[in-house]
């Protein structure tokens, strides 16, 4: 039997009287890419910081590698990595400066000196490596971010829109980099606004919209189940007869 990675059961979250995240249910198996694709103010960061042990739930639960979140949630920071949607990274610093620093918090010496080494490689930014984080372009920042989430070997990553603002070429690039994340083992769990991009990345899907999980499934499964040959057209139709 698979290992669930991820299962959110029942997961609400009311800021005040306004319900963010209603009764949202789903699972990520162990070396998924998952994403949740929804609408601006759907609740897909709100449902992502809960996972991430960053915002208390209303009602539901949440369980990460078999860990419960209202009594394991120490245990579930160690794996898991969370990249907010607007994070950014010290511009004083260069990559490696920056990478080396954020290394610091998980160990030292040789075992820091791996973390980073792994960083490095998934940055894959040549010599710029060596430059002032000031003098990156998006594509590079993005990429020096995925890096710094990743390198500490997390069982499961959390990514929130990482490649909103990006352009075709590094948007690919960043696409190419989540892949072979999950291929080294690393669960995945992204959101994403961009209908075309999910449907390119990832092994299952979830379609969020008002709060509401309203579809999950393959994209394949999801297409024919409406029967058209997009994910965008099965967000239209699914949205509209909810
Ligand atoms: N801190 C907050 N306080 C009040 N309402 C919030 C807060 N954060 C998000 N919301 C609201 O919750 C809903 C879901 O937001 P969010 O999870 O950010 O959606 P998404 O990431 O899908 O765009 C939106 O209506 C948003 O305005
Ligand atoms: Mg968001």
Redesign the pocket.
Known sequence: MMTDALVVKNLSKM?GD?R?VDDVSFSVAEGEIFGLI?P????????LRMISTLLTMTSGDITVYGKDMRTESDGIRKMISYLPEDAGAYKDLTGYAYLTFMAGFFANGAEMEGIVARGVEIANLGTRIDSKVSTYSKGMMRRLLIARAIMPGPKLAILDEITSGLDVINAFDIRDIVRSIAKSGVSVLL?SHNMFEVDQLCDRIGMIDG?RMILTGTPAELKERYNVGTIEEVFIKAAVKR
Do not use: D, M, R, V
Request: glycine share 28%; hydrophobic share 15%.
């Open positions: 800021y306004h963010a929804g601006n103010g759907a609740g897909k960061t709100t449902t959101s709060g």
